[in-house]
């Protein structure tokens, strides 16, 4: 079924709103992948504050002409599907890639602080760690120390304890 042209300026329009409030956009290629699972990768992509859209490649050329950004998105091979992140950069790239290991979908590029990432570079975006792993990684950092002089103190103590124990016995 055609569009009219109403319906293509509203998803134009909402490219565009998508693009001015994402960090981070992925392209991927969805190319044979069944329709439940792609709504699976819809329902995690939200979970972690990013969506997944599917338009026709002229419309996003477009929307991204409007927002003044500087790719062309009719270059990308294939039927692409958009995933804008919202939250954390790396949440998605994980979930695309773990998607990509099991599933018919093949990264094609992404577009982070208005520079084009090959594939390759959204791969190695994927194995960095979380925001969240990072904050625990820097929590556990900043409480080692402490840890450590609990630790210190709380051997002593129980060397006294033992010491006051044989003490008694004796």
Known sequence: ??????KKEKIIEDVRKKLTDRSVIYFINYKGLEARKMEKLRKSLQEEESNIMVIKKTLAKIAFEKEKID???????????????FGDIIAPAKIIDEFADTEKIEVLGAILNEKILNPEKVNKLAELP???????QLVST???PASGFMGVLEGNIKGLLTVLERASKK
């Open 1 to 6: 079924m055609a569009l009219t042209k109403e």
């Open 71 to 85: 790719f062309d998105p009719e270059e990308l091979e294939g039927e692409v599907a958009f995933v804008f992140g």
């Open 130 to 136: 979380s925001k969240d792993q990072l904050r625990a």
């Open 142 to 144: 900043i409480a080692a």
